[in-house]
């Protein structure tokens, strides 16, 4: 069951966000998306992640910030 809109920390999430096809998913979100977007990128590396976050971070300033959820 989703919950509700106002309890949510992140409206998107992109998995597998390392990898070449999350990549390009997640820039395409930064481009074409409203930027007071809450998203967040997760995968398996959270080494490529935080490169990840910390460049689309720098292209994208005027977005909010990309977050690296910990997921268990």
């Known amino acids: 069951m989703a919950l509700p809109h106002a309890l949510r920390k992140y409206d998107l999430i992109v998995f597998g966000a390392s990898?070449?096809?999350?990549k390009?998913?997640?820039?395409?979100?930064?481009?074409?998306?409203?930027?007071?977007?809450?998203?967040?990128?997760?995968?398996?590396?959270s080494h490529?992640?935080?490169?990840?976050?910390?460049d689309f971070n720098r292209r994208f300033p005027d977005r909010?910030?990309?977050?690296?959820p910990q997921l268990t």
């Open 19 to 22: 990898g070449y096809t999350g």
């Open 48 to 54: 490529k992640l935080e490169l990840l976050a910390t």
């Open 24 to 45: 390009l998913t997640a820039e395409q979100a930064l481009q074409h998306t409203p930027s007071s977007l809450k998203w967040a990128i997760a995968g398996r590396s």
């Open 64 to 68: 909010v910030p990309v977050g690296t």
